[in-house]
């Protein structure tokens, strides 16, 4: 009776974190290569070790957010400078001369399709009320909306989760080395693998897209594309994105310079982003994330693809902790039997 009821909490205990196991992995990962760092800081501010995770844990937040926030001005300001230039070229020369650098079948096109766009303010309010009553538009701000209060949520459970385990990470281990069936010296060994392994996934996966930043954005400056430090910035943020990672910047620059009448340098772009900057992803990761840890290069790039297809973007994450974790409970469970 005594095991169904553990199956029974166990299974219960599983349902209650599954809607939170994303942000707190991500606090696990974070919280592992600052845990000792914070210790220190706890010890030289008298034992506060309160206000020793708040601080980390806001630097933590500014690392995260600061350069998103960059980013994304960024990305504003240019917009607001195209918007000017757009302007300018439509007040001095009209549609015509914003067209003119465009080939001649585009720009044909694009003229077609200015006819039909309704130029009346009674004809356009409308048709805009006609997509309202569709539902089409109140269904995509419903989507927009809710994609971005669960990211908000799982951040805010993720920097919950990272005070929490910095502040009490001692304690919780220390629980864990008297109540786990594994015993202790088991624990601190399991806990040091998965220590070295999330540093190892951090520094990998900031070092590969700096990386592939900086190799993008000389691709961008010999391609003559607009803006190549932006686009460089944006390489970086879209670096972390698996499956499609960096191809989410080449692929429209290159459709830019097709459109813009530079076919050689859109080919060429397209060489660099798949050679140089795509062997960086599958090469230079795998080394990066292997790290100080004793896992085989091999393990560790097959953990990151089958944890990318079975996870999505956790999988950079889950996949080589993933790995580690089963390795380092599998020398547990041979250790008693080694005769050395």
Known sequence: MAVVLYVVATVLLAVIARPLWQPLVLAVVLAAPLASINDRAARALGGRRTLAAALFTTGAILIIVLPIAAAA??????????ANVVKATLKQSGVAGLLEPLPDSIAQWLQHLQTQVPTRPRELLSRVNGWSQSGWALGA??????????????FLMMVVALFFLLRDGHALTAWLKAK???????????????????????????????????????????????????????????????????AIIGLPIIGLLVLLGHGWWAL????????????IDNLLRPVLMRGS??????????????????FGAMGLVVGPLGLAFFLAMNAAIRRPQDPS
């Open 268 to 279: 060429f772009l397209g060489g660099w982003m798949v050679i140089v900057v795509g062997l």
């Open 293 to 310: 840890t004793n896992l085989q290069g091999s393990l560790v790039f097959f953990s990151l693809m089958g944890g990318v297809l079975a």
């Open 180 to 246: 786990s069936p594994i015993g202790a010296e088991n624990v601190e060994r399991l806990g040091h693998e998965l220590s070295a392994v999330s540093k190892s996934v951090i520094g990998g996966n900031l070092a590969t897209g700096a990386a592939q930043s900086v190799v993008a954005t000389i691709g961008y400056l010999i391609a003559h594309a607009p803006s190549p430090f932006l686009l460089g910035l944006l390489t970086f943020l879209a670096s972390f994105i698996p499956s499609v990672g960096t």
């Open 141 to 154: 701000v419903a989507g927009l909306l809710s994609g971005l209060s669960h990211l908000l949520f799982s």
């Open 73 to 82: 001005l960024f990305v504003v300001d240019q917009a607001i400078d195209l």
